[in-house]
C-alpha cells in the first residue's frame, strides 16, 4: 500500500514533457472500457489456461478494451471436445474439433452481455498438444470477435451510464475504510466515453487522493517524529522523505527538519543535512512540475485549466495501480460465471 501511493507522489513529480511517451498508453485506456479475461471452466486443462487468457487479451484490445485484472466486466469463455480421433498416419497422431465458447458480461452479478462460438481444429502428437494446437488456431481478428465485444461494450457503457451514482456511492464507501488503492481503482475504471459518469468519477478521484495525500503524511510525520525522539537520524530522514510535498502536513515536517538541525553538533549537522538533499531534489522537482503544468493549462483556457490537474493526478493514479498490481497482485474478484454462463 506505502509503495502504491509513494508511486502516485513520486509520478507526479515527473514533468509532463518528460512522461509524454510513457503517459501515451494510459490517457489512451480512459476512453476505453476496461475487461478482465478469466477462465472458470474445469473442463479446460490447466496447461490451455495461459494461452486462452492471452487470445481473449489480444481479443479485448483489438476491439477497442483496455484488458485488465480486476474488472467487475469480464471477458471469458468455455470449450467443448466436438471430436476426439486417431489418425491413420505414422507416428499416430491426435486429432481434435473444439466448440470455443467466448463470453463478454458483468462477472460480479453474472449477467450475459454477448457470446460466440469458434470452431478451432488441431493436431499433436499427444491429447495436450492436439488441444494446445486447436486453440491456437483461433484466430483474435476474427470478425465475430468484433461483434462479440461491441455488443459487450454497449452493455457496459450503459451500466455506467444509469448506475453511475452506485460506482460512485461504493467508492466512497472503500475510502472511508482506507481501501484507497480499490476505491481509486473503481474510479478510473469508469471509461471517458461515459461523459458524465466520468466526471463524477474524476472529481472525486481527487477527493481519495487528497484524503490519502493526509493520511500518509500524519503517518510519515508521526514516524519520523518517534525517530527523532530516540535520536535515530537515519530512521528521521527515511521518514521525512516519505512525507508528500503536498500533504497537509508538509510545513509541519519541514519544521521539524529545521528544528533538529538547529539541536545537532557540526558533524550530525553534516550528515543530516546530505540526506535531507533527496528531500531537497525531489520537493524542486514537484514544484517545477506543478508550475509547468499550470502555464499549460493556462495556454489552453480557463476549463483545461481546472480540469489539468485532475486529469493529472487520473493519469499517475492509473499507473500506480498497474506498478502495484505487478508487484503485489490482488486477488481476483469473486465472480459469479459458473453455472450462469456455461452449459
Not at 122 to 137: E, H
Not at 181 to 198: H, I, K, M, R, W
Not at 247 to 269: F, H, M, P, T, V
Not at 324 to 335: C, I, L, N, S, V
Request: with cysteine; glycine share 4%.
Amino acid at each position: 500500500m506505502k509503495r502504491f501511493f509513494l508511486g502516485i507522489a513520486c509520478l507526479l513529480s515527473i514533468a509532463p514533457l518528460q512522461a509524454q511517451e510513457a503517459e501515451a498508453q494510459h490517457i489512451s485506456d480512459k476512453d476505453r472500457v476496461a475487461l478482465t479475461p478469466v477462465i472458470e471452466d474445469s473442463n479446460i486443462p490447466a496447461n490451455a489456461h495461459k494461452q486462452l487468457i492471452n487470445k481473449m487479451t489480444q481479443i479485448a484490445a483489438k476491439n477497442g478494451c483496455a484488458a485488465t485484472s480486476n474488472s467487475r466486466f469480464v471477458i471469458t469463455c468455455s470449450a467443448d471436445v466436438l471430436t476426439q480421433d486417431i489418425t491413420p498416419t505414422a507416428p499416430p497422431m491426435h486429432a481434435y474439433t473444439l466448440a470455443i465458447h467466448f463470453y463478454v458480461g458483468d462477472g460480479v452479478e453474472g449477467r450475459l452481455f454477448s457470446s460466440t462460438t469458434i470452431e478451432a481444429k488441431g493436431v499433436g502428437q499427444t491429447p495436450d498438444k492436439a488441444y494446445l494446437n486447436a486453440l491456437k488456431n483461433v484466430k483474435v481478428n476474427d470478425p465475430a470477435f468484433k461483434a462479440l465485444v461491441d455488443k459487450g461494450k454497449t452493455e457496459i457503457i450503459n451500466y455506467y451510464n444509469t448506475q453511475c451514482d452506485l460506482v460512485i456511492a461504493e467508492a466512497k464507501a472503500k475510502a472511508a475504510r482506507q481501501e484507497y488503492t480499490a476505491a481509486l481503482e473503481q474510479l478510473t475504471g469508469v471509461p471517458q466515453v461515459c461523459e458524465e459518469c466520468y466526471r463524477k468519477a474524476l472529481d472525486q478521484s481527487v477527493v481519495v487522493y487528497h484524503a490519502w495525500r493526509d493520511q500518509v503524511c500524519n503517518m510519515a510525520l508521526n514516524k519520523a517524529q518517534i525517530a527523532w525522539s530516540k535520536r535515530d537520524i537515519d530512521a528521521t530522514a527515511k521518514a521525512l522523505e516519505d512525507v508528500p510535498v503536498d500533504g497537509a502536513c508538509y510545513d509541519e515536517a519541514k519544521a521539524l527538519r529545521q528544528a533538529i538541525s538547529a539541536k545537532l553538533d557540526a558533524n550530525e549537522r553534516k550528515e543530516w543535512e546530505l540526506q535531507m538533499e533527496e528531500f531537497d531534489n525531489r520537493m524542486r522537482m514537484q514544484q517545477e512540475s506543478v508550475a509547468i503544468q499550470r502555464q499549460q493549462a493556462t495556454a489552453t483556457g480557463a476549463a483545461t485549466a481546472v480540469s489539468a490537474p485532475k486529469e493529472q493526478i487520473r493519469s499517475s493514479a492509473v499507473k500506480a495501480i498497474k506498478a502495484e498490481q505487478e508487484a503485489h497482485p490482488a486477488p481476483q474478484p469473486t465472480y459469479q460465471i459458473k453455472g450462469k454462463w456455461f452449459k
